[in-house]
């Protein structure tokens, strides 16, 4: 059974930067996504990246995150700039997956990874 490892958390100040990790044994798809969750809220999608290469962000962190891929070593990536403490979030990345036609679809995803926490101070 596949799995993903995320890495690459970790503590910031803000306006600081952080680059996320996703290594997936099972990443037989180029879909991807990044969310969020903060300890008693829902998640939040804050990227994702379909089949195509095509990309969609979360208005909260548009111009600031950058999804990306390495298909040929089932890598994935988010990059994190200029953060934020609202940025402060245990992230998850998710594979093997279908988005819906708009970014609040319902969405299919078969793989998650296990979560990296991030922690921005002011």
């Known amino acids: 059974q596949g799995r993903l490892v995320e890495s690459g958390g970790g503590s910031v100040q803000s306006g600081g930067s952080l680059r996320l990790s996703c290594t997936g044994s099972a990443y037989s798809t180029a879909c991807m996504g990044w969310f969020r969750q903060a300890p008693g809220k829902e998640d939040e999608k804050v990227a994702e990246?379909?089949?195509?290469?095509?990309?969609r962000y979360a208005d909260s962190v548009k111009g600031r995150f950058a999804i990306s891929r390495d298909s040929a070593q089932n890598k994935g990536y988010l990059q994190m700039n200029d953060l934020k403490p609202e940025d402060t979030d245990t992230y998850y990345c998710?594979?093997?997956?279908?988005?819906?036609?708009?970014?609040?679809?319902?969405?299919?995803?078969?793989?998650w990874g296990q979560g990296t926490q991030v922690t921005v101070s002011s």
């Open positions: 990246m379909d089949g195509d290469g095509k990309t």
């Open positions: 998710a594979a093997d997956c279908v988005w819906g036609d708009s970014w609040s679809d319902a969405q299919t995803i078969n793989y």
